[in-house]
Structures are given as C-alpha cells and as structure tokens.
C-alpha cells in the first residue's frame, strides 16, 4: 500500500483530514435530523441567533448563515457569547437580546500586505485594511495585542 492509501497528499505533503470530513457529514445528518431550517450557506437563524420556526434551539459559529458574517474565530465567539446570554434568559423566563455585530469591527491579517476589515457588515480586503491594521497596532500596541 503506498501513501496514497493512506490519505497522504502528494501535492501538498500532508494527509487529508478524513476524520473532519466525516464529523462534518455527522453534523450534516443532525440537522437534517431535526428538521432545521438552513440553506447553502448554514442554518437559518433570526436576530437572536435562534434557529428559524423554533423556540429554544440556539446556532452559533461557522454552521450559522447571517449576511453581515465573517466566519473567524472572534465572530463564534462573539456568537457562543449572545447564544449563552440567551439561554440564561430563557432559563429565567426572560426574552432574548438580539446579535449585534455592528460594533464588533475586527481586522485579520492575512500576510503579504493584505488584511480583511469587518465594520458594520460590510468587509473590505486589500492593502488598506493591512494599512489601517499597521497604524492600530502601531498606535495601540497593547489593545490590539491583547485582542488579536
């Protein structure tokens, strides 16, 4: 048997991830399961981050599908943080507070002179954002550090 047998690529010198593949059709079958409402991009969620025609099922992170989305490691984070809130709120017979991203604006770093910069749902690339991203960390070492 050689290295192809065993998942390695030979193009780029690593073995695929069949592991992932497979919790990923796992995940798929869960939703289908429940009947939840999605579409191509994710499951469907209303501005609680509450899944569509359902009471108290909560998405968060890259399985949810939001226009304003960027799926990074801060957006699920921020989005585990509303889910959480929300089901302590529905705990205590309170109603739910809506995902607010808007204010949440975020650079990554993407190398070679570029970054992404999210701000109010709108996301930009290229040279500039890498730009605006050199002079805030350059500005604001700390805050940004401690960030990102």
């Known amino acids: 048997m050689d290295d192809h047998d065993h998942g390695f690529d030979h193009e780029y010198g690593h073995d695929h991830d069949t592991a992932s593949d497979e919790a990923e059709r796992v995940e798929q079958s869960i939703i289908e399961d429940f009947g939840l409402a999605q579409n191509e991009c994710g499951l469907r969620v209303d501005s609680h981050l509450r899944c569509l025609d359902t009471d108290n099922v909560y998405a968060a992170g890259d399985v949810v599908n939001s226009p304003e989305k960027m799926k ?15 089901l302590l709120r529905g705990l205590r017979g309170q109603r739910p507070i809506g995902h607010d991203v808007r204010w949440h604006p975020r650079i990554v770093d993407l190398g070679g002179g570029n970054a992404l910069l999210s701000v109010n749902g709108m996301v930009y690339h290229g040279r500039g954002p890498a730009f605006v991203r050199a002079v805030a960390v350059k500005g604001y070492p700390f805050y940004w550090k401690s960030r990102y």
């Open 72 to 86: 990074d490691g801060f957006s699920a984070g921020l989005e585990a943080r509303t889910v959480a809130k929300n």
